[in-house]
């Protein structure tokens, strides 16, 4: 069983940053593709930002390209989620998933919410005209 703690959101203005964490349990962290998705109210979920158990291959929802920047630290089992130039259209619940199959390339990015099989539970950010 793996468990995702994500941390790091809360309120910023318009223009401002805030960077996501989430830590991971399980001894082969290193082997999970990662991703982070959101849900604003009234939307769907939809994915911000995957990436492979290796950390060489990215992808990114075309609204954050530019701005939003996802990395992993084997060393310390956390995915990070760096978000710039945030937007009143930013805010949302922003949740961790992470991927544990064994077939999963090293470059393998998960685009889809049941390309995963572990969840975080969430964290608010909110972004302020």
């Known amino acids: 069983q793996v468990q995702l703690v994500e941390s790091g959101g809360g309120l910023v203005q318009a223009g401002g940053s805030l960077r996501l964490s989430c830590a991971a349990s399980g001894r082969t962290f290193s082997r999970y593709a990662m991703g982070w998705f959101r849900r604003a109210p009234g939307k769907e979920r939809e994915l911000v930002a995957a990436i492979s158990w290796s950390g060489g291959s990215t992808n990114y929802a075309e609204s954050v390209k530019g701005r939003f920047t996802i990395s992993r630290d084997n060393a310390k089992n956390t995915v990070y989620l760096q978000m710039n130039s945030l937007k009143p259209e930013d805010t949302a619940v922003y949740y961790c998933?992470?991927?544990?199959?064994?077939?999963?390339?090293?470059?393998?990015?998960?685009?889809?919410?049941?390309?995963?099989?572990?969840w975080g539970q969430g964290t608010q950010v909110t972004v302020s005209i």
């Open positions: 998933a992470a991927r544990n199959r064994a077939y999963s390339g090293a470059n393998y990015v998960g685009l889809r919410g049941n390309d995963y099989d572990y």
